[in-house]
């Protein structure tokens, strides 16, 4: 017999399996992870139990799945309470591709915005640093020299790092995405002799990465405070905090191609 799908079975997958996901989500590095493998292998023990005729066994399980009615609820209180708040907030529906896309360029706002904060507080204090923005090509060999942190982007960290003294203020800061990755991290220095002399080893290692790869690195120099770019070879100095930040939103902020977007391209077509 021909199965009739309607266009209300279609949207009612469509949704179950959104709630799914975001179920998933939700208990993803949690405990809650290992309990529901465990409720997995008693429903395939179960299965498998009344599949071979153990009936003892089977009826064992069975009873320790009914009491599991009960007692789910309690077992994942932690995950339930955060599902109702993130419904109550209107975050359950923020995994759809335009709430994603809006939040991430939210996320680079912040970075670009942090690191346009920090570095005139280093310059005017004449604390160096060495500030790496992965882009297309993986430094995973650069970061492997240093201490790794894999820790959300904020401004107040990526200060502290550079602060003398600090275990971490020698050597570069690697930023992937809106991550720091890891920090002390050590730069292949520039072999070029046309560099200027009175540029320190910071703006040559700065200069020596971007001739090995596509990454952008904004370096703050500890004699003159200046503020310079590096990127493929060339090292733009000195830039004011508005140039800098027009710098970062140009060659560094990933387009977005959000749901408005998509919008006005179709009206100008």
């Known amino acids: 017999m021909p199965v009739n799908i309607s266009l209300l079975d279609i949207f009612d997958i469509i949704l179950t399996s959104f709630i799914l996901y975001n179920i998933l989500l939700l208990i993803k590095d949690t405990p809650a992870v290992q309990l529901t493998k465990g409720l997995?292998?008693?429903?395939i023990l179960s299965f498998l139990t009344n599949w071979f005729g153990f009936r003892t066994?089977?009826?064992l399980i069975k009873g320790f799945m009914t009491m599991l009615v009960v007692a789910i609820p309690i077992i994942f209180q932690p995950e339930l309470r955060r599902l109702l708040l993130?419904?109550?907030?209107?975050g359950f529906f923020m995994n759809l591709p335009f709430f994603?896309?809006?939040?991430?360029?939210?996320?680079?706002?912040?970075?670009?915005n942090g690191i346009v904060?920090?570095?005139p507080m280093l310059s005017a204090e004449r604390i160096g640093a060495l500030i790496v923005l992965e882009r297309e090509v993986k430094l995973q060999d650069i970061?492997?020299?240093?201490?790794t942190l894999n820790s959300d982007f904020s401004s107040e960290l990526l200060y502290s790092i550079f602060i003398p003294n600090s275990p971490l203020h020698d050597g570069a800061v690697i930023i992937?995405?809106?991550?720091?990755?890891?920090?002390?991290?050590?730069?292949?220095?520039?072999?070029?002799?046309?560099i200027k002399k009175y540029l320190g080893t910071r703006h040559?290692?700065?200069?020596?990465?971007?001739?090995?790869?596509?990454?952008?690195?904004?370096?703050?120099?500890?004699?003159?405070?200046?503020?310079?770019?590096?990127?493929?070879?060339?090292?733009?100095?000195?830039?004011?905090?508005?140039?800098?930040?027009?710098?970062l939103q140009n060659l560094y902020r990933p387009k977005s191609f959000g749901f408005f977007e998509i919008m006005k391209k179709g009206k100008k077509k």
């Open 204 to 247: 040559r290692a700065a200069i020596g990465l971007s001739e090995n790869s596509d990454a952008l690195i904004v370096v703050v120099s500890e004699e003159r405070g200046t503020i310079s770019v590096a990127i493929d070879g060339r090292l733009t100095r000195p830039l004011k905090p508005q140039l800098l930040k027009k710098f």
């Open 117 to 119: 904060m920090v570095t």
């Open 40 to 43: 997995v292998i008693l429903f």
């Open 86 to 90: 993130k419904m109550g907030k209107g």
């Open 176 to 194: 992937r995405g809106n991550r720091i990755m890891s920090a002390n991290c050590i730069l292949p220095l520039t072999k070029r002799n046309d």
């Open 143 to 147: 970061l492997e020299t240093g201490i």
């Open 100 to 112: 994603q896309q809006e939040e991430e360029n939210k996320k680079w706002e912040e970075l670009i």
């Open 57 to 59: 066994i089977n009826w």
